[in-house]
């Protein structure tokens, strides 16, 4: 018979982990007290807390990356008219971006005032240089003594009475400027009765324009007629009695427009009112040359024109 083979030999037992020594004690420990003398017994020694072991490190878990479909909706964006919905955050960022558009718009709006204020200072100072050579004054207006003046006041006792006009007016402008011309277009005129309670109105007439060169005297004259014109009894008293003393007052006003011309430059025509009150009758038998003239005053605009002279 065949030997058998020798069994294999047994592992050993692990050996059992070696317990920690105890911490040794500070030098600076109090040393145990020295037994009395009387043969006493030992007091049992102080008890002591067993050191306590390190904490163990904490482990901070790794930072996870951006999902892959966030990180592509940043750098690729969905095509604005694509099927889904952007999200709220896309719609921030696009007003954001377009947010450039309202700086071009505020840069271009302050170029642009830059340029009319820019454009106004010039305009500013180019009508002072224009005034201080040309040196320009308004004209003077003076109404003559009004002729022909015919006045009839009809009517009886049951009826109110009717008055009946026909007034001429002739106002003269002197021009005092040596380089600056005036125009005058087509307007009307209008005359009326001056009385305290109030004017009466007694008819109008066109005005003719004319050209009012430098250094010269014009002339604006025109009739006025009137008929029907229904007034009060002690208002035509009064008239009746003022004009048989040639002592009736008139008010008259011309409605027209006014350009200037500096040689070859000319401006545009804007409106003009002339005002001319306190118009009395020129005498029997004479001419409109008798008489006092009476200022008028020009409205420019509806404003009073003024010099600076």
Same mark, same amino acid.
């Given at each position: 018979?065949?030997?058998? /083979? $020798? &069994?294999? +030999?047994? #592992?050993?037992?692990?050996?059992?982990?070696?317990?920690? %020594? !105890? =911490?040794?004690?500070? @030098?600076?420990?109090?040393?145990?007290?020295?037994?009395?003398?009387?043969?006493?017994?030992?007091?049992?020694?102080?008890?002591?807390?067993?050191?306590?072991?390190?904490?163990?490190?904490?482990?901070? /878990? $790794? &930072?996870? +990356?951006? #999902?892959?479909?966030?990180?592509?909706?940043?750098?690729? %964006? !969905? =095509?604005?008219?694509? @099927?889904?919905?952007?999200?709220?955050?896309?719609?921030?960022?696009?007003?954001?971006?377009?947010?450039?558009?309202?700086?071009?718009?505020?840069?271009?709006?302050?170029?642009?005032?830059?340029?009319?204020?820019?454009?106004?200072?010039?305009?500013?100072?180019?009508?002072?240089?224009?005034?201080?050579?040309?040196?320009?004054?308004?004209?003077?207006?003076?109404?003559?003594?009004?002729?022909?003046?015919?006045?009839?006041?009809?009517?009886?006792?049951?009826?109110?009475?009717?008055?009946?006009?026909?007034?001429?007016?002739?106002?003269?402008?002197?021009?005092?400027?040596?380089?600056?011309?005036?125009?005058?277009?087509?307007?009307?005129?209008?005359?009326?009765?001056?009385?305290?309670?109030?004017?009466?109105?007694?008819?109008?007439?066109?005005?003719?324009?004319?050209?009012?060169?430098?250094?010269?005297?014009?002339?604006?004259?025109?009739?006025?007629?009137?008929?029907?014109?229904?007034?009060?009894?002690?208002?035509?008293?009064?008239?009746?009695?003022?004009?048989?003393?040639?002592?009736?007052?008139?008010?008259?006003?011309?409605?027209?427009?006014?350009?200037?011309?500096?040689?070859?430059?000319?401006?545009?025509?804007?409106?003009?009112?002339?005002?001319?009150?306190?118009?009395?009758?020129?005498?029997?038998?004479?001419?409109?040359?008798?008489?006092?003239?009476?200022?008028?005053?020009?409205?420019?605009?509806?404003?009073?024109?003024?010099?600076?002279?």
């Amino acid at each position: 018979m065949a030997e058998k /083979p $020798p &069994l294999p +030999p047994k #592992p050993k037992p692990p050996l059992p982990p070696r317990p920690r %020594p !105890p =911490p040794k004690a500070p @030098a600076t420990a109090a040393r145990p007290a020295p037994a009395p003398a009387n043969g006493a017994a030992r007091p049992a020694p102080p008890f002591k807390k067993p050191a306590l072991a390190p904490p163990l490190p904490t482990q901070v /878990p $790794p &930072l996870k +990356p951006p #999902p892959a479909r966030q990180y592509l909706h940043h750098q690729h %964006p !969905p =095509p604005p008219g694509g @099927a889904r919905k952007a999200p709220a955050r896309y719609r921030q960022q696009q007003r954001r971006r377009g947010g450039g558009g309202g700086c071009s718009c505020r840069r271009a709006c302050c170029l642009a005032a830059g340029f009319a204020l820019l454009a106004l200072c010039l305009a500013l100072a180019a009508a002072c240089l224009a005034y201080l050579y040309y040196r320009p004054r308004p004209p003077s207006f003076h109404l003559q003594p009004l002729a022909p003046v015919r006045l009839r006041l009809g009517g009886n006792a049951s009826a109110a009475p009717a008055l009946e006009a026909t007034v001429g007016a002739r106002a003269v402008s002197w021009n005092p400027n040596e380089r600056v011309a005036f125009r005058y277009g087509a307007g009307e005129g209008r005359v009326a009765l001056a009385d305290a309670d109030g004017d009466v109105a007694l008819g109008w007439a066109p005005v003719a324009g004319f050209e009012h060169a430098p250094r010269s005297v014009a002339a604006v004259a025109f009739v006025a007629a009137a008929r029907g014109v229904v007034v009060d009894e002690a208002v035509a008293a009064r008239v009746r009695d003022r004009y048989r003393r040639r002592q009736q007052a008139f008010r008259v006003e011309v409605d027209t427009h006014v350009g200037v011309r500096v040689g070859a430059l000319r401006t545009g025509m804007v409106p003009v009112r002339l005002v001319c009150g306190g118009g009395v009758m020129a005498p029997r038998g004479a001419g409109t040359a008798a008489g006092p003239l009476s200022r008028c005053q020009v409205y420019l605009f509806r404003v009073r024109w003024f010099s600076l002279n």
